[in-house]
């Protein structure tokens, strides 16, 4: 009865607390508008990246109808003293160079119409000029895909029926950083307005200009082409989003599936340690994490085919088997400031176990036979590492978790052993791929299976009424983290872990609290436990918690992304968690996972609600391929996998019904 009531306050909860939403999907165009009300004010950031800049655009409409930006830069490459995760150089900018054009011999007064994000941030506004004289301006917000600058562009077209006049300065400002702080010495940041006009604009007629923010070690001596730059990011973002392709009757996950595409992709810095993927949020720059890149985001890359993502998950392993030893020290939990240096002030935080889970999962996605012989040794050491941790229960210890003792993981936590689980598994795979034999196959697999008993006798536990776990020994109340082992196949107490989840103690509007009783909640825990639910096959209460998520993230007061973590952050845009995103498409819904370089195991889950979904040009296992799945008469489901147009698999089948699929 208990249960009972949780549940019906949990489902009232999401009805009654839904989270404003501001925005719109466009049709066709993998964008979102809000399309701005009379008197509407509101205020949101998004960060943007491209391989030498990120910047974070605090940008918002007052009530009187203008458009307020900052502009947040960060260089990644140009190191600041000391020289640690931190030491990227940064600058808080309000410059606008707006500010100083004349409209018919006055500053503008605008009113904002819209503002639209896709992959860029695009705002339009009207401008009144006297008597039958108005404007239309467009500006566009861009980070350069390979230069070390915010573009912007401005487009002002005469929308009334007489010419009007305007005076657009010339701006041109250079700043230099105080040489003792910069790791290179003084640095250049660069404030330019490149076109410097007056004219009249006829009806009808468009006049555009093009400002940019930089930052160099040494001054460039060619300007920046706008229209270029702006091309490149639309070519790059329309990469992204037509490999990877989901289709759902659902426009929302649709959407929101295509815009965590940009944010997780986009995040990749080009350091003189190679391409590395970084989080982001104005702190994580030209480093690499145990979890955000090798747990998170390095599995997913191989998926969409982007080289230069495959290119920086092969790059972070690199830089994690440069610290391998003799003596079984820990590998640091990140190694930053391009490769210099490395950061471990939590101790062991089970990254090894991380690391392993990710390599190996990455090898057999990627198909690339060449680069799974360069991982297996990392996988190898890593795994022996975890197997040296393990205590007399059975399970794997460790100093910390991931959290990093912002909240208790005791000596021995769930998410360790069950990354550990999954990478044996994957290393079974992964050695009898590449001809390691049979007994190193079936030695991984007997360590994974004495372990999944070891985790049921050491986590088991019932834990404020709920058959779940307890993360650490001791734990006695409900953490986000107990979703872990259902995102690796560990389902015995699936029923009791899931009602845990979705109950009020965990759930909220904005996703699981860290802890039942705090106020803390961190994205990813979220999105694991979405992934999780899918996979164990409760689909249909996955999927209502999944559209409300979405919605929220989408559309909602904080746009378009899954986020950190709040309080902490203030719910920033780290990029990894938009692959968590992805990953509860390809793993849960599709509920794909490797089993070899060629070949992968498949258990769809449709919900009800939906006739059909599929994913297309999916780019994993060294070739492309499309998944069909369509819902036949009765409990049956069509599902096909389609190669160069033939089929490779086709079969009537119920739902969460698995599959076997090899090229």
């Known amino acids: ?235 790059v973002v329309a990469e992204w989003m037509n490999n990877l392709v989901l289709d759902t009757p659902d426009s929302v996950i649709n959407e929101m599936f295509a815009f965590s595409k940009i944010r997780a992709l986009e995040s990749i810095y080009d350091t003189k340690g190679g391409p590395m993927h970084g989080p982001g949020g104005e702190s994580y720059y030209a480093a690499i994490w145990a979890n955000d890149q090798a747990e998170y985001i390095n599995p997913y890359f191989p998926f969409v085919g982007y080289r230069y993502g495959n290119a920086s998950a092969v790059n972070s392993f690199k830089h994690f088997a440069r610290y391998m030893n003799d003596e079984w020290k820990p590998i640091p939990s990140s190694i930053v400031a391009e490769g210099d240096s490395y950061w471990n002030g939590a101790g062991d935080r089970g990254d090894a176990a991380m690391i392993a889970y990710g390599a190996a999962r990455y090898a057999l996605a990627s198909g690339n036979r060449e680069e799974a012989r360069e991982l297996w040794p990392l996988i190898e050491w890593c795994l022996e590492f975890s197997r040296r941790k393990i205590n007399e229960d059975g399970v794997v210890t460790s100093d910390a978790d991931e959290l990093e003792g912002r909240f208790p993981a005791g000596e021995a936590n769930l998410c360790t052993s069950s990354l550990y689980y999954d990478a044996l598994l994957s290393a079974a795979y992964l050695a009898e791929d590449l001809g390691k034999g049979n007994a190193v196959a079936g030695k991984y697999r007997r360590q994974a299976a004495r372990l999944e008993k070891a985790i049921d006798r050491y986590f088991a536990a019932e834990v404020e009424g709920f058959d779940t776990y307890a993360y650490y020994k001791g734990n006695d109340v409900l953490r986000a983290w107990i979703c872990i082992p259902l995102t690796v196949g560990i389902n015995k107490r699936a029923a009791g872990t899931i009602d845990a989840l979705f109950s009020p103690r965990l759930w909220t509007e904005n996703g699981l609290l860290t802890a039942s009783g705090d106020k803390t909640f961190w994205d990813r825990s979220t999105l694991y436990a979405l992934r999780g639910v899918f996979m164990a096959g409760e689909v249909e209460k996955a999927m209502e918690y999944m559209k409300r998520y979405s919605a929220t993230r989408l559309l909602g007061a904080h746009v378009p992304y899954a986020v950190e973590a709040w309080p902490e952050g203030g719910q920033r845009h780290l990029s990894a968690e938009s692959a968590l995103y992805g990953r509860i498409v390809t793993e849960g819904m599709f509920g794909i996972r490797p089993t070899g370089l060629n070949s992968f195991s498949m258990k769809p889950q449709l919900p009800q609600e939906w006739n059909r979904m599929s994913l297309r040009k999916v780019r994993a296992f060294g070739t492309e391929f499309d998944v069909q799945v369509v819902r036949k008469k009765g409990e049956l489901l069509q599902v096909t996998v389609m190669k160069g147009g033939k089929p490779v698999l086709k079969r009537s089948v119920k739902n969460g019904t698995s599959l076997n699929c090899k090229f």
């Open 1 to 235: 009865m208990r249960k009972l009531i949780l549940s019906l306050v949990a489902v009232i909860c999401l009805h009654t607390v839904y989270a404003q939403q501001y925005w719109q999907i466009d049709k066709g165009n993998n964008s979102i508008t809000w399309r701005v009300k009379k008197g509407e004010a509101h205020h949101d950031h998004i960060e943007m990246s491209g391989k030498q800049v990120s910047v974070v655009l605090r940008y918002g409409v007052k009530e009187d109808g203008t458009f307020e930006l900052n502009k947040s830069m960060v260089w990644p490459m140009l190191r600041t003293i000391p020289n640690n995760t931190h030491g990227s150089l940064m600058r808080r900018l309000d410059w606008n160079p707006l500010e100083d054009v004349m409209v018919e011999g006055r500053a503008m007064r605008e009113q904002v119409k819209s503002v639209t994000l896709n992959g860029t941030l695009e705002v339009v506004s009207d401008i009144q000029a006297g008597k039958n004289r108005s404007l239309s301006l467009k500006r566009t917000y861009l980070p350069s895909v390979d230069l070390p600058s915010l573009v912007e562009i401005y487009e002002f077209t005469n929308t009334g029926s007489v010419a009007v006049d305007i005076e657009i300065p010339k701006i041109d400002i250079v700043s230099p950083t105080n040489p003792e702080k910069g790791v290179e010495g003084s640095y250049s940041v660069l404030c330019v307005s490149e076109d410097g006009v007056s004219q009249t604009i006829l009806p009808g007629k468009t006049v555009t200009f093009s400002a940019s923010v930089s930052a160099h070690k040494v001054l460039p001596e060619k300007r920046i082409d706008a229209a270029r730059e702006l091309e490149k990011r639309r070519a």
